[in-house]
């Protein structure tokens, strides 16, 4: 059986700040610097999402590229679009996590494999990585079967 892996790209733009509420301004000032400022800050994210799995000998595909494409508006651009992670997210609400870039790239790992294996079951193909970049010059990069 032959495998490959596909990659979609997807953009949001989202607001952040980066704050440990049980610490002090000065501590969060010393650890996350200007990132921890009260003013939040946006970025125009872009983030790939690439899924690993057989290739199908019917369609000549290892993903139906329409029900990707679905559960990344939903799990990505619906959640995360125009939002402020901090208050918007209720992962990151309350400074449960600090919205950083490997966090998000985590979040959405989980998010879209947990959709993919409720859709297709056991042979749904498998996110290998997801790559969340805030501008041209920072990205984070989460690989799940590395972490597993």
Avoid: K
Avoid at 8 to 14: G, M
């Amino acid at each position: 059986m032959a495998f490959a892996s596909l990659t979609r790209r997807v953009t949001f733009a989202a607001a952040h700040r980066y704050r440990r509420p049980e610490w002090s301004d000065a501590r969060n000032l010393e650890v996350f610097g200007l990132c921890a400022r009260p003013s939040f800050h946006g970025h125009s994210y872009v983030c790939h999402v690439t899924v690993r799995g057989p290739i199908d000998e019917t369609t000549g595909f290892c993903i139906d590229l329409g029900l990707l494409d679905r559960i990344l508006g939903d799990e990505v651009r619906e959640r995360f679009d125009h939002r402020n992670l901090n208050t918007d997210v209720p992962e990151f609400a309350d400074g449960a996590q600090i919205p950083s870039g490997e966090n998000l790239a985590r979040m959405i790992a989980t998010r879209v494999q947990a959709r993919l294996g409720d859709a297709l079951g056991s042979g749904a193909p498998r996110v290998e990585r997801v790559t969340v970049a805030e501008d041209e010059s920072l990205s984070a990069t989460f690989e799940p079967a590395r972490d597993a």
